[in-house]
């Protein structure tokens, strides 16, 4: 959840071009829908709709990291401090997800 605030934050100072406003949106849509699928994963009714929806984490987690990677070498993000900071934070969630949904698989 954390991840999605700070980039709400973040995306609040972009310039209003059309990438920045596109990518920014997009960005916004798939770091929120990891916090909100992770919270119905915690809840999940099953081991297998626990997996689907850790799965579907990883997956805007991914996508998340691709925008914020494009997003720097677009130069669109310029505190270049907290883009570094995003894009750590969101690999770190990733392995933490892949680890998660294999310790799972296996039990």
Do not use: P, W
């Amino acid at each position: 959840m954390d991840v999605a605030v700070s980039i709400i934050k973040t995306c609040k100072y972009l310039d209003k071009s059309f990438a920045s406003e596109h990518l920014s949106k997009q960005l916004i849509r798939s770091s929120t829908s990891v916090a909100l699928n992770y919270g119905e994963a915690r809840g999940g009714e099953s081991t297998r709709d626990y997996l689907h929806k850790m799965k579907i984490c990883l997956k805007e987690l991914r996508e998340s990291y691709i925008n914020l990677k494009i997003q720097k070498g677009a130069g669109l993000i310029s505190n270049i401090l907290v883009l570094e900071q995003l894009i750590d934070e969101n690999n770190q969630l990733i392995s933490i997800f892949v680890v998660s949904t294999k310790n799972t698989k296996t039990r």
